[in-house]
């Protein structure tokens, strides 16, 4: 790490809470203290994994996280420029899911238009915990300023974190939130309401069966909130509804082959089943194509994400609904928080990015 003697001259503590939204109920808070001085150079390519950077370098400056509800948001569009040139890696997922690789987008943009240089890392290995947190290891090798962190699992990556507060580097949250009970600290969560937006699906699917028939559940990554929360929010919708009964929930790991074969499988013993919440695109693009290899297309299938892929799909009467969760937004909204926190201010402990249903019938307006 660059310039420590800097850093012990620039301490501050910034309290934040972080607290969890709507119904899905996490809620947690820690405190800390942490000093932190980098300073860095232009751009660079050097990952293990996947790796891509760009623009601008230098910092100095702090930040911590726990316990204050009240700080800075940002905006999807806000620009904060940075008052040095920070530089900031970002660890996705993966690269192949388009959700991901529109967060990516949305946090180049960020960063071009803040003045700071950005490093995209992804494990080789989807969603692989263990790749995630070496990379967290190289970026503090690296002396970077600060991380955007996509954790594949919040509980998994909490090592990495911890290495990371040790450091003095802060983390900033985005879209799966890290488990915070043992310790591990960030700055704020970047995110959507995943349980809203889970419920706003499911009943727009209820409505479309005439709230009675049999549904299947594509769960995500096992034990990820992520997946935990959208899978409450359309357990919990669809048990409002006495005609509607959940016949099987399963998980396909987000991934779109895994969905086929899973789908495939519980369709034989479902065969009356009338519609398949999948808790992404992906999943519900794999159930799309094994419910067309069943000859079935009038099963009902919902997604989320908004893929191009899925919205189409939607658009041609394939899929009945998705949800678009902005990863654009989210990536955007992460790297200027990044910026602000670099730049002193004191961020609200949650920044909420807005979500929206895509239908046929909201594409054609």
């Known amino acids: ?53 760009s623009s601008s370098s230098a910092s100095e400056s702090v930040v911590t996280s726990s316990s204050s509800s009240s700080g800075e948001t940002v905006e999807e569009g806000e620009v904060i420029k940075a008052n040095e040139n920070y530089n900031i890696t970002l660890i996705v997922k993966n690269l192949t899911n388009p959700m ?42 690296k002396g970077e300023d600060a991380i955007v962190l996509v954790p594949a699992d919040g509980t998994g990556i909490v090592p990495g974190v911890k290495e990371a507060n040790e450091a003095g580097i802060p983390i ?37 069966m005439d709230y ?23 357990n919990d919708t669809f048990a409002k509804y006495d005609g509607i009964n959940v016949v099987a929930s399963q998980t396909a790991d987000w991934s779109r082959d895994e969905a086929y074969t899973v789908t495939t499988n519980l369709l034989q013993s479902n065969p009356d089943c009338k519609a398949i919440f999948a808790a992404n695109d992906e999943m519900a693009m794999g159930a ?40 654009y937004g989210q990536g955007w909204c992460g790297v200027m928080a990044a910026v602000k926190a670099l730049n002193g201010e004191t961020l609200a402990d949650r920044i909420d990015v807005p979500t929206e249903l895509y239908t046929k019938e909201s594409s054609e307006q």
Do not use: H
């Not at 890392?121 to 290891?137: G, H, R, V, Y």
């Not at 009675?212 to 359309?234: P, Q, R, W």
């Open 172 to 208: 900033i949250d985005v879209n799966t939130e890290i488990d915070t009970s043992s310790g591990a600290e960030y700055v704020t969560f970047v995110g959507v309401d995943n349980y809203t937006a889970a419920c706003e699906v499911a009943e727009t699917l209820a409505e479309m």
């Open 212 to 234: 009675e028939g049999d549904v299947i559940i594509l769960e995500g990554k096992a034990g990820a909130s992520s997946s935990v929360d959208i899978v409450n929010g359309a």
């Open 1 to 53: 790490m660059k310039k420590r003697t800097t850093a012990l001259l620039l301490s501050v503590i910034t309290a934040v809470t972080l607290a969890g939204c709507g119904s899905s109920e996490s809620t947690t808070e820690s405190t800390s203290e942490a000093s932190v001085s980098l300073s860095a150079s232009s751009t660079s390519t050097e990952s293990a994994a996947v790796e891509t950077t």
């Open 288 to 327: 799309l194509k094994s419910v067309q290899a069943a000859g079935k297309t009038d099963i009902l299938i919902s997604g989320l994400d908004a893929n191009d892929d899925a919205k189409e799909a939607v658009d041609n009467g394939e899929l009945a609904v998705t949800c678009d969760k902005n990863g």
């Open 100 to 141: 991901w690789t529109a967060l990516k987008e949305g946090a180049q943009d960020a960063a071009d238009a803040a003045g700071v240089t950005l490093t995209v890392l992804a494990p080789s290995t989807d969603d692989n915990n263990e790749q995630q947190i070496s990379e967290i290891e190289q970026s503090i090798a």
